[in-house]
């Protein structure tokens, strides 16, 4: 007798459940074994025996000797441990900065395997980029051919600046390039005719540290990324925090002054804290410490930072006041996330033996009742590659960790 629906649905519901709890136990354990993966998720041996001998049937986990932590004393020999098979899967992810885009395809472990860039300009229109998009895309799978196996790539990772909402795809406005309004994820979807997920860049960033980087095996975790601007990826409990709808994280607009008596401007957190800001700062009380004639503030921002590094008074005193700053925004943030671990992107992890000590101590002066005490800061893990390893792990995470392979998520 066939199965009521509702049942079937119910079934596959919760078989897709136990299966990303198992795969996502093997990504922050491997090597591990099905013994230890029982008591790591709570599902019973049988589930695990199940699970795991599909996932070996489709090629995404292997053996590789035994586990070691499993062993019991006096029990034989160690149980043999899984992992997950790296070149098993794949996933693109795209990066739309607000000066560059990049693309990358990663396996499974989110490691990338060829990269591309190209520029972007305030006023470039979202069509053309896509097409330089699509062209990379379809370059890279032609190149790799692997790749284009059936059920091996898994999707799309698109994560955008501005504001994005995760759900929808549409960046509603990407201030820096002039957008409002584009729906980015079904113009992806279209044009590459492949799964797409889309997200903040920041948001995403941070996912991927709290998958592959410095961000794992935490409950709450705060990612923090300044260049252009100032921006936090928030996630809790494995999942990005957005909000209400799609603007949590936006500390960049925090108001420090909102209404000065001398009527200037209002001034934001990002207003003090971007590299345009520091540049500025350092060529007005320190132009020695700045290339000549560079209009690259990435370039300069590194010149600042060698500069602090070898000594230099005057910027050495800029970039601690401005630690300070974002330290005490930082207290603010410990106030009401109360995160486990606080991840520093951007030019806070190319200077972050410079930034950390003071923003540390800022942190811990100001947060309410010692709630930073024992908040970790650590240095982002992807450099450069951030915004397109956390847009490869939005894919991974939805269409590979977040449903059964076999299963269409778009």
């Known amino acids: 007798m066939r199965q009521p629906f509702a049942m079937t649905t119910r079934n596959s519901a919760l078989r897709r459940h136990n299966r990303r709890l198992l795969l996502l136990a093997l990504l922050a354990n491997q090597p591990v074994s099905r013994i230890r993966l029982a008591r790591l998720t709570g599902l019973s041996t049988t589930t695990i025996t199940n699970l795991t001998a599909d996932l070996m049937a489709e090629g995404v986990i292997d053996e590789m000797g035994v586990d070691a932590i499993a062993q019991s004393k006096g029990a034989g020999r160690p149980p043999l441990a899984l992992r997950l098979a790296p070149d098993s899967r794949y996933a693109i992810g795209v990066h739309v900065g607000v000066r560059t885009v990049r693309i990358a395809l990663c396996n499974l472990m989110a490691t990338v395997q060829e990269e591309a860039t190209f520029p972007i300009v305030a006023g470039s229109p979202p069509g053309s980029v896509i097409d330089q998009v699509v062209a990379i895309v379809t370059d890279l799978r032609a190149r790799h051919p692997r790749v284009n196996e059936a059920r091996r790539l898994a999707g799309v990772g698109v994560g955008a600046s501005g504001l994005v909402d995760g759900l929808t795809g549409v960046n509603y406005l990407a201030p820096n390039l002039g957008w409002r309004d584009v729906p980015l994820r079904d113009l992806f979807q279209t044009a590459l005719n492949l799964p797409v997920t889309m997200d903040n860049n920041v948001r995403y960033m941070a996912l991927g540290e709290s998958l592959y980087g410095a961000g794992r095996g ?178 991974l995470n939805r269409f590979f960790f977040g449903a059964a392979a076999s299963e269409t998520d778009w």
């Open 218 to 395: 935490v409950r709450a975790l705060a990612f923090v990324f300044a260049r252009v601007g100032l921006a936090a990826g928030l996630v809790v409990d494995g999942k990005i925090y957005r909000g209400a709808g799609y603007g949590a994280g936006e500390i960049g607009h925090w108001m420090m002054m909102p209404e000065r008596p001398d009527r200037a401007p209002r001034v934001a957190l990002e207003d003090l804290l971007s590299e345009r800001t520091l540049v500025r700062l350092a060529r007005e009380m320190a132009p020695d410490a700045l290339p000549r004639a560079s209009t690259d503030t990435v370039e300069e921002m590194h010149a600042l930072l060698a500069a602090a590094r070898a000594g230099h008074g005057p910027v050495r005193a800029m970039l601690a006041e401005r630690a300070r700053v974002l330290g005490v925004a930082m207290a603010n943030l410990a106030d009401v996330l109360n995160p486990e671990r606080l991840i520093l992107g951007g030019y806070l992890a190319e200077g972050f033996d410079l930034f950390a000590p003071t923003l540390t101590a800022a942190m811990r002066r100001y947060a309410f009742a010692g709630l930073a005490d024992k908040v970790e800061i650590l240095p982002a893990t992807f450099g450069s590659r951030a915004g397109v390893v956390g847009a490869a792990a939005g894919a």
